[in-house]
């Protein structure tokens, strides 16, 4: 807590100093931080917001300079809690080299920001958007921390399209990041496998994202392409309790193979004051089971015992509308949905199970206003109307006697103040 | 009062108040815009400039000359010469800064130099090679050309 509260007054201090500062420093520094609340009528939702909490926060600076005219490096370092309790540590946001070749190819070493959709570049730059929560469906704020960076390197460039536009591109590989603790290691332990421990091997992964810029000036179309695989491993916890108890289980453990490509189309339009946004993303989900069984088991025979879990795929999309009324008021609205299995919409999957059936989906229609108090300060309310709990977990919403405490119809306020410069 | 209704409430109150603290946008009547000059150092060898290649170049997107050489494009302070300007390129002060923000925080790119008196922006302009900018009415400097803008 000691360094967070020393990294907020460097902070607060350098941003002081800078806007005194010469325009034409070598090194550029850059930084924000902010301070949000969140409040659920039901459900709690990522982290403890049915009570209302504060915990809900982001702090990052950045250094930047150009050792020559085509060479660029910085890194970013961020800080930021939601869900956990304190303060999440310092983290290296990006960091890396940008070598400029010319404006139709660059190259990028280092931990590199994923250009996922529309906007999960800046899914952490809250003071760019009018919305606190983006579309829960596109950017579902769970898996920040593992699609949030990239650490490898590719192209990039900006290609003119004689009399159509320009084409804007983005071709990254390298290692993404699912740390242990987080919500999306929790979604691969607790969804389908019941297992109570988890071990993570990250293997290479790939992103493009493609944007044209029509020549019907603020219409930009565009498309990306998230490949991400891991190696999973894990207890299963009736194995463990088992053993426990001296018994020999039937299955030791469970290594999974997963493979997800995340494909989303995209499309904003800016006509002056007004900017219509849409996405569509589709997330391919295909696991494949090796279960371990033990040696003095009956079963032992099939030691390795591969088993391919039914490929599927989850859905979800956005319409967005922001206006901006004055120079220091904008507001924005956006209906977004998600589901599960986009081919069980229905949610047959979780009702054959004996559990709620929207816990398949998630609706959120949501309205967000925006107050730019000067240039540094930034002051942000929304509300949103849910239907579905897709993205909570289960033993996060408990009633006291262990059953669930889900309602399918709930609301949820947020509101958040940035400091940036 | 249930909680969501008196979230409701305070919302619409925020919202109809801030609507009427200020015109609106879209009401305010246009005045007549300054005249920007487009301005740049005498080694660009360019005499003219489309707005779509000025659009590209304050995004960060065209960054060299066709002679290869660099740009380097500076911005003012002064708001209504820079919401003039950005009416060339059409955007809005809040698109553009939002712009460089993104490139700021994502690694891509400096934020702009800006300068506050136009006395300095054509001193920059006048003794770096490649250097662009924007100024009001003419300019009579040394090393410093005008551009004119073509459709």
């Known amino acids: ?107 990028r070493m280092g931990l590199i920001k994923v250009p996922y959709g529309l906007y999960n570049e800046i899914r952490d730059i809250d003071f760019l958007r009018t919305n606190i929560l983006m579309p829960q469906s596109i950017y579902n704020e769970g898996w920040r921390e593992s699609v949030s960076s990239i650490e490898g390197g590719g192209i990039y460039g900006v290609i003119p399209l004689v009399g159509f536009g320009t084409m804007n591109y983005q071709v990254y590989s390298g290692l993404v990041k699912l740390p242990e603790d987080g919500r999306m290691s929790k979604s691969v332990t607790l969804s389908i496998f019941e297992q109570d421990s988890q071990n993570i091997v990250e293997k290479q992964s790939n992103v493009a994202n493609i944007q044209w810029e029509t020549p019907l000036d603020g219409l930009k179309l565009g498309f990306s392409w998230l490949d991400l695989d891991f190696d999973s491993s894990g207890i299963n916890a009736y194995s463990r309790k088992a053993k426990e108890m001296g018994l020999t289980p039937n ?92 081919d069980d919409k229905e949610g047959k999957r979780f009702s054959d199970a004996g559990l709620e059936d929207y816990r398949g989906w998630l609706k959120d229609a949501t309205f967000a206003l925006r107050f730019d108090i000067d240039e540094y300060w930034t002051l942000k309310l929304e509300g949103h109307k849910m239907y579905g709990v897709a993205f909570t977990f289960g033993d996060e919403n408990l009633e006291e006697d262990g059953t669930s405490a889900y309602e399918e119809d709930w609301y949820l306020f947020g509101a958040k103040v940035t400091f940036n410069f | 009062m249930e909680k969501k ?13 801030s609507l009427v ?42 960054t060299t000359w066709e002679d290869k050489s660099k740009i380097f494009f500076v911005i003012c302070e002064d708001t209504e010469l820079h919401k003039s300007f950005l009416k060339i390129i059409k955007k809005t002060p809040s698109q553009f800064s939002n712009h460089w923000k993104k490139q700021i925080f994502t690694g891509k790119g400096k934020a702009p130099l800006k300068f506050e008196t136009k006395e300095a922006l054509i001193e920059y302009i006048a003794t770096t090679d490649g250097a662009i900018g924007y100024i009001l009415g003419s300019c009579e400097a040394d090393n410093v050309k005008t551009l004119l803008i073509i459709d």
């Open chain 1, 251 to 342: 299955l030791e453990t469970i290594e999974n193979e997963w493979d997800s490509e995340v494909y989303t189309g995209f499309m904003e339009f800016s006509w002056g004051n007004l900017t219509l946004s849409a996405e569509y993303t589709e997330y391919n989900y295909d696991v494949e089971f090796i279960y371990h069984v033990p040696y003095n088991h009956p079963q032992a025979g099939a030691m390795y015992v591969p088993q391919t879990f039914e490929p599927f795929t989850a859905m979800g999309y956005y319409g967005s509308l922001t206006y901006r009324f004055t120079n220091w008021f904008e507001a924005n609205s956006y209906y977004a949905e998600y589901y599960f299995d986009k």
């Open chain 1, 1 to 107: 807590m000691k360094n967070i509260i020393i990294f907020i007054m460097l902070i607060f201090f350098i941003g002081n100093l800078f806007s005194v500062a010469s325009d034409e420093s070598f090194i550029d520094i850059h930084g924000f931080v902010s301070q949000g609340y969140l409040q659920s009528s039901h459900n709690n939702f990522i982290t403890s917001t049915q009570d209302g909490t504060f915990k809900f926060n982001e702090i990052g600076l950045n250094f930047a300079t150009d050792l020559s005219e085509k060479l660029h490096v910085g890194f970013q370092m961020l800080a930021r809690d939601l869900d956990k309790e304190g303060f999440t540590p310092v983290n290296l946001d990006w960091a890396y080299g940008d070598y400029r070749w010319n404006d139709f190819l660059g190259l």
């Open chain 2, 21 to 62: 603290w200020e015109q609106p946008l879209f009401l305010q009547t246009a005045f007549a815009e300054p005249s920007v000059t487009i301005i740049a150092n005498i080694s660009v060898q360019e005499n003219s400039i489309s707005a779509k290649n000025l659009k590209k170049i304050y995004l960060g997107k065209k």
């Open chain 2, 5 to 17: 209704k008196i979230y409701l409430l305070i919302f619409s109150i925020i919202f109809i108040l």
